[in-house]
């Protein structure tokens, strides 16, 4: 039999469902994705808002899929994502680690918006210099990581969706590391934004679409698959959210452009992801409102390195090939 060490179990989730990518001794390429649907009110803007509920899903969807004892990764809700750039300095400390030397300045020289919060570093490569701070409040975190131990399974990493974004978006699509980019991560409910230059996160931004559940046709497809659609009553109402995040957009490359940088950098291209229905749809809309590329990654993308994934696994993917210190 496997150890916990050798399986691992890869989590997102929204309003709707919980996608779950099983992978065994590292071998992501032969991973086997399900997902698990969700009932109305269990999770509310990426917050659990029935902790009984989701507990009593998951032990029966875990049982059915005979999961057992694996090793748990899985994100920070989006709106609880705080990003701040710090400066730091290995030299004067060369025995400890990045993550070490910021741990230790938390509440004292770096101040966060929570009082107990939960962070992971981007930019961490060199000995010093500026390096971007993701944090996000541990209370949330703590009820997942509850659950999880409950099941029987072993959390090992909390990490934030854009950061798993990025991470395979420069397996697949290696030009990304050259240029200016905004990457923009879709669901029903939300988007995330983040502009990264060089590889390097700048700015990042969470938008809230408004939406009900009840709004939203699942379908459940072959192999534990869903399929969602708006209903048709819902189309115009949804359509005018999706303008109003298309301005959220233009605003926030206004800011990065003139407000960060006066005009001395531009976003020369945008590309979209996510498990959103509408992602193509919306790629399209966003081409006619802006006059920089707008690229989604696709089935061809993810190919190069993932050929048996669809591209709406991209953030599954990004997380399930995160390092992770044991």
Same mark, same amino acid.
């Given at each position: 039999?496997?150890?916990?060490?050798?399986?691992?179990?890869?989590?997102?989730?929204?309003?709707?469902?919980?996608?779950?990518?099983?992978?065994? =001794? $590292?071998? !992501? *390429?032969?991973? /086997?994705?399900?997902? +698990?649907?969700l009932e109305d009110g269990v999770i &509310?803007?990426? %917050?659990?808002?029935?902790?009984?509920?989701?507990?009593?899903?998951?032990?029966?969807?875990?049982?059915?899929?005979?999961?057992?004892?694996?090793?748990?990764?899985?994100?920070?809700?989006?709106?609880?994502?705080?990003?701040?750039?710090?400066?730091?300095?290995?030299?004067?400390?060369?025995?400890?680690?990045? =993550? $070490?030397? !910021? *741990?230790?300045? /938390?509440?004292?020289? +770096?101040?966060?918006?929570?009082?107990?919060? &939960?962070?992971? %570093?981007?930019?961490?490569?060199?000995?010093?210099?500026?390096?971007?701070?993701?944090?996000?409040?541990?209370?949330?975190?703590?009820?997942?990581?509850?659950?999880?131990?409950?099941?029987?399974?072993?959390?090992?990493?909390?990490?934030?969706?854009?950061?798993?974004?990025?991470?395979?978006?420069?397996?697949?699509?290696?030009?990304?590391?050259?240029?200016?980019?905004?990457? +923009?991560?879709?669901?029903?409910?939300?988007?995330?934004?983040?502009?990264?230059?060089?590889?390097?996160?700048?700015?990042?931004?969470?938008?809230?679409?408004?939406?009900?559940?009840?709004?939203?046709?699942?379908?459940?497809?072959?192999?534990?698959?869903?399929?969602?659609?708006?209903?048709?009553?819902?189309?115009?109402?949804?359509?005018?959210?999706?303008?109003?995040?298309?301005?959220?957009?233009?605003?926030?490359?206004?800011?990065?452009?003139?407000?960060?940088?006066?005009?001395?950098?531009?976003?020369?291209?945008?590309?979209?992801?996510?498990?959103?229905?509408?992602?193509?749809?919306?790629?399209?809309?966003?081409?006619?409102?802006?006059?920089?590329?707008?690229?989604?990654?696709?089935?061809?993308?993810?190919?190069?390195?993932?050929?048996?994934?669809?591209?709406?696994?991209?953030?599954?993917?990004?997380?399930?090939?995160?390092?992770?210190?044991?």
């Open positions: 039999m496997l150890s916990n060490k050798d399986k691992q179990l890869s989590i997102v989730y929204d309003d709707f469902s919980i996608t779950v990518l099983a992978v065994q =001794k $590292d071998n !992501v *390429e032969q991973g /086997i994705t399900y997902q +698990i649907p &509310v803007q990426g %917050l659990i808002e029935d902790e009984d509920t989701l507990f009593t899903i998951l032990r029966e969807a875990f049982k059915k899929l005979k999961l057992k004892k694996y090793a748990i990764r899985f994100l920070a809700p989006n709106n609880l994502v705080f990003m701040k750039k710090i400066m730091v300095s290995g030299q004067t400390e060369p025995d400890k680690s990045i =993550k $070490d030397i !910021v *741990e230790e300045k /938390i509440g004292d020289t +770096i101040q966060l918006p929570f009082d107990y919060p &939960v962070f992971d %570093l981007h930019d961490d490569h060199s000995a010093q210099g500026e390096i971007s701070i993701f944090a996000a409040e541990k209370d949330e975190i703590t009820k997942w990581q509850s659950i999880f131990e409950d099941l029987g399974h072993f959390p090992e990493a909390v990490d934030i969706e854009i950061l798993a974004d990025l991470r395979l978006l420069e397996q697949v699509m290696p030009e990304f590391m050259l240029g200016t980019y905004l990457v +923009i991560d879709w669901s029903k409910t939300n988007l995330m934004l983040a502009i990264v230059q060089q590889g390097n996160v700048e700015y990042i931004k969470h938008h809230k679409i408004n939406t009900l559940f009840k709004n939203w046709e699942m379908q459940k497809e072959p192999d534990e698959q869903l399929k969602f659609e708006l209903l048709d009553m819902q189309q115009d109402a949804y359509r005018r959210e999706l303008e109003i995040a298309y301005e959220e957009i233009k605003k926030a490359m206004h800011f990065y452009q003139f407000s960060l940088n006066r005009g001395s950098k531009e976003i020369q291209r945008i590309v979209n992801t996510g498990d959103h229905p509408l992602l193509t749809q919306i790629t399209t809309n966003l081409k006619k409102e802006l006059t920089i590329p707008v690229n989604e990654l696709t089935q061809s993308d993810i190919a190069k390195k993932y050929p048996n994934y669809d591209p709406k696994y991209a953030t599954l993917l990004g997380l399930a090939i995160k390092e992770v210190t044991k």
